[in-house]
């Protein structure tokens, strides 16, 4: 079967750093998204890993263990506007998108 | 919007109605999707397009239909509205191996 996981809500405070986790077990592994999504908008893309160790952009950052089966999405210096859900997306062997629930952040000052 | 215009934005529609949601890109991109999005639920595919003329099944296709006649533009039916397809519905497109950019989504009631 295909199975995504990520917690589904944390808090934390302006300024701090933040780790979103997501382990998934799917058919096929072709690449990890990331995805912001504020309250009633789109999702945007954030990043991308298809192979294993750490992207950096700018105040994000995110890692991919292939064998584990595991990422993370890094939000360092929060901002009030980082409030929003983040969605972790693995692209399966047939090139399709499966998408976890989202983890809705909440920051605070 | 990313480069992916929806409509309608919002719709109200009574049990039994039919109706179709338009998706329409600026890219060229060869692949669209549509989404259902429920909370608690994720993002779940309903339909997908590899090009122009080709549709194929995604996860939860059922009481959907799609076309994609022109290249640009990607269309969602519903032939039998059913409460159970109250949702907001997200349009996306992407070049192959590509991130998917979403469109701003289309808010469907069905009472």
Redo the contacts between chains.
């Keep these: 079967g295909q199975n ?1 996981d990520q917690p589904t809500e944390m808090t934390a405070t302006e300024g701090a750093i933040v780790q979103i986790n997501c382990t998934y077990q799917t058919s096929g592994f ?2 990890l ?1 990331w995805y912001q999504q504020h309250a009633g ?5 954030l990043s ?1 890993n298809v192979l294993d160790g750490l992207e950096e952009k700018g105040r994000f950052s995110s890692f991919l263990s292939r064998s584990k089966g595991y990422s993370y999405l890094l939000l360092k210096e929060l901002q009030m506007k980082d409030s929003a859900s983040y ?1 972790c ?1 693995v692209r399966d062997r047939t ?3 499966i ?4 983890t809705r952040l909440q920051v605070f000052p | 919007n990313a480069g992916v215009t929806q409509t309608p934005k919002f719709r109200v529609l009574k049990t039994g109605q039919s109706m179709t949601l338009l998706c329409a890109q600026d890219m060229n991109h060869e692949y669209m999707y549509w989404y259902r999005q429920d909370p608690g639920m994720g993002l779940r595919l309903i339909h997908y397009s590899v090009g122009e003329g080709t549709t194929a099944k995604g996860e939860v296709p059922d009481g959907y239909n799609v076309s994609r006649l022109k290249k640009q533009n990607f269309l969602l039916g519903l032939e039998s509205a059913a409460p159970s397809q109250t949702s907001v519905y997200f349009c996306a497109r992407s070049l192959y191996g590509q991130p998917q950019h979403f469109g701003d989504g289309t808010r469907l009631s069905i009472l």
């Design positions: 995504i072709n690449g998204f908008e789109a999702p945007t893309f991308y969605l997306a090139d399709k998108l998408f976890g629930t989202g």
